[in-house]
């Protein structure tokens, strides 16, 4: 029967080993990725994070996991990752593909109601998001924007023309 509470010495140490080398292998390869990596810019890229945090707890814990293996796996995610978010800034088809597109949910403070029902986004989660932003009032609002990354953006006061962030938005 397998201790519960303690397996010895032996796992512990290659816990702390496996867990240290791991961890700097990690952080090696996200230096030499760059920032965009763990941006978290969209769905895409979060989900990236977590298979990344999942790997590495795999690597650490999993003992039929060497750690070169470990190290290969947390490579290619990053590799893929980095390989799709270069490519998607030069083919705007990948890019919608892969991140999707911003929605706009509330225009001058009317709510969207088939924005709203295509995105699965509630009216008080709206109210929400204006609340968060500091916004009293729902028709004080210019825009509540659903962001690629599922997080809201809200425009208190919208200039016109071209130099609007709404710009091309549906």
Same mark, same amino acid.
């Given at each position: 029967?397998?201790?519960? %509470?303690?397996?010895?010495? &032996?796992?512990? *140490?290659?816990?702390?080993?496996? *867990?240290?080398? #791991?961890?700097? =292998? %990690?952080?090696? +390869?996200?230096?030499?990725?760059?920032?965009?990596?763990? @941006?978290?810019?969209?769905?895409?890229?979060?989900?990236?994070?977590? $298979? +990344?945090?999942?790997?590495? =707890?795999? +690597?650490?814990?999993?003992?039929?996991?060497?750690?070169?293996? *470990?190290? %290969?796996?947390? !490579?290619?995610?990053?590799?893929?990752?980095? *390989?799709?978010?270069?490519?998607?800034?030069?083919?705007?088809?990948?890019?919608?593909?892969?991140?999707?597109?911003?929605?706009?949910?509330?225009?001058?403070? /009317?709510?969207?109601?088939?924005?709203?029902?295509?995105?699965? +986004?509630?009216?008080?989660?709206?109210? =929400? $998001?204006?609340? #968060? $932003? &500091?916004?009293?009032?729902?028709? $004080? #609002? @210019? !825009?509540? /924007?659903?962001?690629?990354?599922?997080?809201?953006?809200?425009?208190?006061?919208?200039?016109?023309?071209? #130099?609007?962030?709404?710009?091309?938005?549906?």
């Amino acid at each position: 029967m397998d201790a519960v %509470l303690f397996n010895g010495w &032996g796992p512990l *140490g290659r816990t702390l080993l496996v *867990g240290v080398l #791991a961890y700097a =292998a %990690l952080i090696f +390869i996200l230096r030499l990725s760059g920032k965009r990596t763990l @941006a978290k810019m969209n769905a895409f890229d979060l989900v990236v994070t977590v $298979a +990344i945090g999942s790997t590495l =707890a795999t +690597i650490v814990l999993n003992k039929s996991v060497a750690l070169a293996e *470990g190290t %290969l796996a947390l !490579a290619l995610l990053v590799a893929m990752q980095y *390989g799709v978010s270069w490519s998607s800034t030069r083919w705007p088809a990948l890019r919608r593909l892969v991140t999707g597109e911003p929605r706009l949910l509330l225009r001058h403070g /009317v709510m969207l109601d088939d924005a709203l029902r295509d995105t699965r +986004i509630t009216r008080e989660e709206v109210r =929400a $998001a204006l609340r #968060a $932003a &500091g916004v009293a009032r729902v028709d $004080a #609002a @210019a !825009a509540v /924007v659903l962001e690629t990354d599922g997080s809201f953006s809200v425009i208190a006061d919208e200039p016109e023309g071209e #130099a609007s962030s709404l710009h091309g938005l549906r």
